[in-house]
């Protein structure tokens, strides 16, 4: 318990000492169940996926080079004259290094890059030693018709990073179902065994006074022994449910990641909300907070993107490349970077698949038909979705009416009992009349629990789907710059 109440005091709740809310027990699993942890690792791995778009989007600075390259070899060569080929000694150090400031262009898909480039060859047998410099090099590639991979990423990543979010906000609300249906399992777990033990001690009292009245001649033996065996029977429901109660326990604590919990008790929110939501307000919720909207877009977008690509996959292929900037040849180093030449380059590569035996075009096609299909696919997606959430709320507003109406029902089989044991114990009823009235109690209390479970089971699932506060009427949001820094 003394965990417990470390984390209940971190969060600022104030409970007894001995007792657990539902909604403190979400507020611990939001923040320390292993889930919450899982959740926390698959949001940050789309960030970083989305940063690194980012970034992808920045020019980058690189530093190329090969270093110390000694080859002592033989190597072959060709007299022009005659055309016979000798092998001479060579013994060389080569070095290069090429500095360059890289830039994508996401508009076009074409890549600018700015470079300094620096050659040295030390040939040893000549005792020579030979530079080449560019010192400044302006360089631009163009693809044309090509897949632009940088402008699809901007349509995409920054739509993956929103789902991302959402779906961080919508597995917290999941913790807040599974918290829920675990806390409720121990409720009634909780409920039968106060149940059971109650009855142990009444029939325990009940049996005394029978036996008295047995030795008065006011009842039968056979009345006694059926209390007696009521007796028995609530002694072996009490120890069975002591055993069910401590496994639920352990499932919900384990749940927290809490492990000292032996004192711990829960208290039912009996408190239900008289609160009835409108269906347009839902919907309208759910289509501006939740990510359905978005993954929807992205479905579409995948295969638009299947579509691009496949169709720039096919028929002519032109690459336009070209420079400008200065060279030297010196050998040394300083005269390499003096009285400069121009160096320009241009030019113009293709590429025609003449027959291809229909390759490209099944590769459009079939694209084509998945983005049909993705069309068809999210139109009926959404109407089942809308309709879904129609029912849900449909089913919810029945639940306060419900939760009262088993509240009394409740009251009424616990005046009941009571008011059945009295009249027992002055012999005006039977032992089956005391069982019936018994039975009636622990029937109500278990629907009741049952309904206060479903009630708030429903809840939780319209905020999920939502992300909507409907108690307090606030959007349902997170900190994410805390959530990144968080360790």
Same mark, same amino acid.
């Given at each position: 318990?003394?965990?417990?109440?470390?984390?209940?005091?971190?969060?600022?709740?104030?409970?007894?000492?001995?007792?657990?809310?539902?909604?403190n027990?979400?507020?611990?699993?939001?923040?320390?169940?292993?889930?919450?942890?899982?959740?926390?690792?698959?949001?940050?791995?789309?960030?970083?996926?989305?940063?690194?778009?980012?970034?992808?989007?920045? $020019?980058?600075?690189?530093?190329?080079?090969?270093?110390?390259?000694?080859?002592?070899?033989?190597?072959?060569?060709?007299?022009?004259?005659?055309?016979?080929?000798?092998?001479?000694?060579?013994?060389? *150090?080569?070095?290069?290094?090429? *500095?360059?400031?890289?830039?994508?262009?996401?508009?076009?898909?074409?890549?600018?890059?700015?470079?300094?480039?620096?050659?040295?060859?030390n040939?040893?047998?000549?005792?020579?030693?030979?530079?080449?410099?560019?010192?400044?090099?302006?360089?631009?590639?163009?693809?044309?018709?090509?897949?632009n991979?940088?402008?699809?990423?901007?349509?995409?990543? $920054?739509?993956?990073?929103?789902?991302?979010?959402?779906?961080?906000?919508?597995?917290?609300?999941?913790?807040?179902?599974?918290?829920?249906?675990?806390?409720?399992?121990?409720?009634? =777990?909780?409920?039968?065994?106060?149940? &059971?033990? =109650?009855?142990?001690?009444?029939?325990?009292?009940?049996?005394?006074?029978a036996?008295?009245?047995?030795?008065?001649?006011?009842?039968?033996?056979?009345?006694?022994?059926?209390?007696?065996?009521?007796?028995?029977?609530?002694?072996?429901?009490? &120890?069975?449910?002591?055993?069910?109660?401590?496994?639920?326990?352990?499932?919900?604590?384990?749940?927290?990641?809490?492990?000292?919990?032996?004192q711990?008790?829960l208290? $039912?929110?009996y408190?239900?909300?008289?609160?009835? *939501?409108?269906?347009?307000?839902?919907?309208?919720?759910?289509?501006?907070?939740?990510?359905?909207?978005?993954?929807?877009?992205q479905?579409?977008?995948?295969?638009?993107?299947?579509?691009?690509?496949?169709?720039?996959?096919?028929?002519?292929?032109?690459?336009?490349?070209?420079?400008?900037?200065?060279?030297?040849?010196?050998h040394?180093?300083?005269?390499?970077?003096?009285?400069?030449?121009?160096?320009?380059?241009?030019?113009?590569?293709?590429?025609?698949?003449?027959?291809?035996?229909?390759?490209?075009?099944?590769?459009?096609?079939?694209?084509?038909?998945?983005?049909?299909?993705?069309?068809?696919?999210?139109?009926?997606?959404?109407?089942?979705?809308?309709?879904? *959430?129609?029912?849900?709320?449909?089913?919810?507003?029945?639940?306060?009416a419900?939760?009262?109406?088993?509240?009394?029902?409740?009251?009424?089989?616990?005046?009941?009992?009571?008011?059945?044991?009295?009249? /027992?114990?002055?012999? =005006?009823?039977?032992?089956?009349?005391?069982?019936?009235?018994?039975?009636?109690?622990?029937?109500?209390?278990t629907?009741?629990?049952?309904?206060?479970?479903?009630?708030?089971?429903?809840?939780? &699932?319209?905020?999920?789907?939502?992300?909507?506060?409907?108690?307090?009427?606030?959007?349902?949001?997170?900190? /994410?710059?805390?959530?990144?820094?968080?360790?």
């Open positions: 318990m003394r965990k417990i109440l470390s984390l209940v005091m971190l969060f600022g709740l104030t409970v007894n000492a001995q007792q657990l809310t539902l909604q027990a979400i507020t611990i699993a939001q923040e320390n169940s292993y889930d919450t942890q899982l959740a926390k690792f698959a949001f940050m791995s789309k960030y970083w996926a989305y940063r690194s778009f980012l970034a992808d989007l920045r $020019p980058s600075v690189n530093l190329n080079g090969s270093v110390a390259n000694f080859d002592h070899s033989l190597v072959s060569v060709r007299n022009y004259d005659d055309g016979q080929v000798s092998y001479v000694n060579n013994n060389s *150090l080569s070095n290069s290094l090429t *500095l360059s400031v890289d830039q994508k262009i996401a508009a076009t898909g074409g890549t600018v890059s700015l470079q300094s480039y620096l050659y040295s060859l040939q040893f047998s000549y005792d020579e030693a030979t530079f080449n410099s560019q010192p400044i090099r302006l360089s631009y590639t163009q693809p044309f018709k090509a897949f991979t940088l402008k699809w990423d901007k349509k995409t990543a $920054p739509l993956e990073y929103q789902i991302a979010q959402k779906n961080y906000l919508a597995s917290m609300q999941q913790i807040t179902i599974q918290v829920t249906t675990l806390f409720f399992d121990v409720l009634a =777990a909780q409920s039968d065994y106060k149940q &059971s033990a =109650a009855t142990v001690k009444d029939r325990e009292q009940l049996f005394e006074i036996k008295k009245r047995l030795d008065l001649g006011t009842t039968t033996k056979s009345e006694v022994l059926q209390l007696e065996l009521s007796l028995l029977n609530a002694r072996v429901a009490e &120890s069975k449910n002591k055993l069910a109660l401590d496994d639920k326990m352990y499932q919900l604590f384990s749940y927290l990641r809490v492990s000292d919990y032996s711990a008790e208290v $039912p929110p408190h239900v909300p008289d609160m009835l *939501l409108n269906v347009e307000d839902v919907l309208r919720k759910a289509i501006s907070n939740s990510s359905h909207t978005l993954e929807q877009k479905e579409m977008l995948k295969a638009e993107r299947a579509l691009a690509q496949a169709k720039a996959g096919r028929g002519l292929q032109l690459t336009l490349r070209g420079e400008v900037g200065f060279t030297k040849t010196a040394s180093f300083g005269r390499a970077y003096q009285r400069l030449n121009d160096n320009e380059i241009v030019g113009l590569t293709l590429s025609l698949p003449i027959f291809d035996w229909g390759v490209s075009k099944g590769k459009v096609r079939m694209a084509q038909a998945e983005l049909d299909l993705a069309k068809t696919k999210n139109e009926q997606g959404h109407l089942d979705y809308m309709q879904e *959430l129609r029912r849900k709320v449909m089913m919810f507003n029945t639940q306060p419900q939760c009262r109406d088993a509240l009394r029902a409740q009251e009424i089989a616990e005046e009941r009992y009571g008011i059945t044991k009295k009249r /027992f114990e002055t012999g =005006a009823v039977s032992v089956t009349e005391l069982n019936t009235a018994q039975q009636e109690l622990e029937s109500a209390k629907q009741y629990i049952a309904l206060l479970q479903t009630f708030w089971t429903d809840y939780f &699932s319209l905020q999920k789907a939502t992300l909507y506060d409907w108690i307090n009427r606030s959007d349902i949001h997170v900190d /994410f710059d805390k959530l990144r820094n968080t360790k």
